[in-house]
Nanobody, 114 residues
Framework: VQLVESGGGLVQPGGSLRLSCAAS????????MSWVRQAPGTGRELVAG???????NYADSVKGRFTISRDNAKNTVYLQMNSLKPEDTAVYYC?????????WGKGTLVTVSS
């Protein structure tokens, strides 16, 4: 089982990034997927989730700025991040979960700074 995040980097406030998470080794389409972030010195925070059926949910802090989507044909989940703020700086982790299993990626660092 692998979850491999990509797309992180350094971006200026107000900028955009698109994160990707490529999944392998499990039946991607039957799992709920989410993006979770952890800023330095803080706990993990759920950013956005998408169920196997396509229902989405977002943290209040990112509503209207971030969009989660999935492509089951490509076994990939995305996080489009717009209007980025310095407080969005964190390591972003991909998570896959169903009734019996819970998988995590290793994370990708997003730094929002001028």
């Amino acid at each position: 089982v692998q979850l491999v995040e990509s797309g992180g980097g350094l971006v200026q406030p107000g900028g955009s990034l698109r994160l990707s998470c490529a999944a392998s080794g499990f039946t991607f389409g039957s799992y709920d997927m989410s993006w979770v972030r952890q800023a330095p010195g803080t706990g993990r925070e759920l950013v956005a989730g998408i169920t196997s059926g396509g229902t989405t949910n977002y943290a209040d802090s990112v509503k209207g700025r971030f969009t989660i989507s999935r492509d089951n044909a490509k076994n990939t989940v995305y996080l489009q991040m717009n209007s980025l703020k310095p407080e969005d700086t964190a390591v972003y982790y991909c998570n896959a979960i169903n009734k019996w299993r819970n998988y995590w990626g290793k994370g990708t660092l997003v730094t929002v700074s001028s």
